[in-house]
């Protein structure tokens, strides 16, 4: 059904940043009109659904720049260790457990975290990437899958697994990009392949990079590079390429970033959790990087509330460079939003203008916490929280409103994940 939303608050995030108060015209899954007053023809009347936003902030849905969706199974799984015994002595081992079905209901689970707190977009790696790419089917919220690639003797079998979640699941809402899982967990000559399979493919490749000085010591012990340098000299910035963390790198690599017009994921609350430290990001900005935001998991940040995230993100870069006015709360939802679409390549989403698709989250502006507004840019940022997000609408879609989702059924939801943590907790 077609939507009128009337008189409300409208943060575009456009190119001049404009800050509306009108009508927002949505036909066929796009942004057909925004206007100061919208009126219906009456052989329209019948079949547009008409939201009353005068106490409602419009923004742009937020887009998780890299997450693992199907490990929401594992939040507070193990928590207060450092990057490297975390994923090795528990993750890992924990995830040898996780059966498809397991990892269908967990992807279900994040979704449904995201879509409440006005998340329309997320940029996922992790296995069994198709019954991730099924629940994001299933729910209507938008995703940019990768299966996660290392080197061993299944290296080839998870090769083949993203050609065929590329056939099978691109679509309008669902890219599919390679997702080699790092530097330390890949071969070279892996890095190497997937760099060329994505430029036959035509797409995109993501993964983590410089996260740990660990991941940074040890390729200079192996390679005598930076981990960028590796990246860059195997092939995988030739393509569409999303480097996430990214918070041990030197100047140079921020130029090689720049360059070859790499864009960055932000994730502070994982890089701070697992004691990795925080990312130049304000250097990256300034040599002309692109930036977006990222959650990491539930089991590393312990949600994938975005909202949040680009809270701390903001607090985060005016404390280390104890400058305030380095990024606005503007800047940072762009971050959020417009960058992250640029960052996968989606031109189409991301901004509220005419033409773009209706991925659209609605604030309450009136609640206690939101109020009084003389800013509603930084109200959004800086005391926006998930109890805020009155409705979230992809491609026209509304998939969460007034508390309720409307593609995933609640209850089956809490018990199917009950009954996996019993599993799990008498398993692992
Ligand atoms: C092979 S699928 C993806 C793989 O990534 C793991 N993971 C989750 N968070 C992080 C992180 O911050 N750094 C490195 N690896 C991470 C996840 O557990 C999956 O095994
Ligand atoms: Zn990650």
């Not at 409208?10 to 009126?39: H, S």
Request: glycine share 6%.
């Amino acid at each position: 059904m077609d939507i009128l939303i009337k008189n409300t608050i409208i943060i575009t995030c456009n190119t001049q940043n404009e800050v509306l108060k009108g009508d927002i015209l949505i036909k066929n899954g796009k942004i057909a009109r925004i206007a100061e007053n919208i009126e219906l023809s009456i052989y329209e009347q019948g079949s547009v659904k008409v939201i009353e936003g005068k106490d409602l902030i419009a923004i742009p849905g937020l887009i998780n720049a890299h997450t693992h969706c199907g490990q929401t199974i594992l939040r507070s799984f193990a928590d207060d260790m450092p990057l490297y015994d975390w994923l090795f002595e528990k993750i890992f081992p924990a995830e040898e457990k996780l059966t498809k079905e397991m990892i269908y209901f967990s992807s279900l689970l994040g979704i449904a975290e995201m879509l409440r707190s006005g998340t329309t977009m997320f940029f996922d790696m992790y296995f069994h990437e198709d019954m991730t790419a099924k629940a994001v089917q299933q729910t209507g919220i938008k995703a940019v899958l990768s299966r996660g690639l290392q080197t061993d003797e299944k290296e080839d079998i998870r090769l083949d697994e993203t050609k065929e979640l590329f056939y099978n699941y691109s679509s309008e809402r669902i890219k599919v990009f390679f997702g080699p899982h790092s530097i330390y967990t890949c071969s070279y000559n892996l890095l190497e392949k997937v760099a060329h399979l994505a430029q036959e493919f035509k797409t995109g490749v993501m993964i983590h990079l410089s996260e740990s000085e660990n991941e940074v010591n040890g390729c200079y012990e192996k390679y005598d590079m930076s981990p960028v340098k590796l990246c860059s000299r195997a092939g995988l910035f030739d393509t569409i390429c999303i480097a996430a963390h990214c918070v041990y790198v030197d100047d140079e690599d921020i130029e090689i970033l720049s360059e070859k017009n790499v864009s960055c994921v932000y994730n502070p609350t994982s890089n701070l959790k697992l004691g990795n430290g925080f990312a130049p990001v304000h250097n990256m900005i300034k040599s002309g990087v692109n930036v977006a935001i990222g959650t990491d998991s539930a089991a590393s940040n312990n949600n994938l509330n975005m909202l949040e995230e680009i809270h701390i993100a903001s607090l985060l870069e005016k404390g280390i460079y104890r400058l305030p006015d380095i990024l606005n709360a503007q800047q940072i939802l762009k971050m959020a939003t417009t960058n992250a679409a640029l960052a996968a390549g989606i031109y189409n989403t991301g901004v509220l203008q005419e033409g773009f698709c209706a991925d659209i989250v609605l604030l309450k502006a009136n609640d206690f916490n939101m109020l009084p507004c003389y800013n509603p840019i930084s109200n959004v940022v800086y005391s926006s929280n998930p109890s805020n997000v009155y409705a979230t609408i992809v491609d026209g879609q509304i998939l969460y409103m007034d508390g309720k989702l409307f593609t995933i059924d609640e209850e089956a939801l809490v018990r199917e994940i009950k009954s996996i943590e019993k599993f799990l907790k008498e398993s692992v």
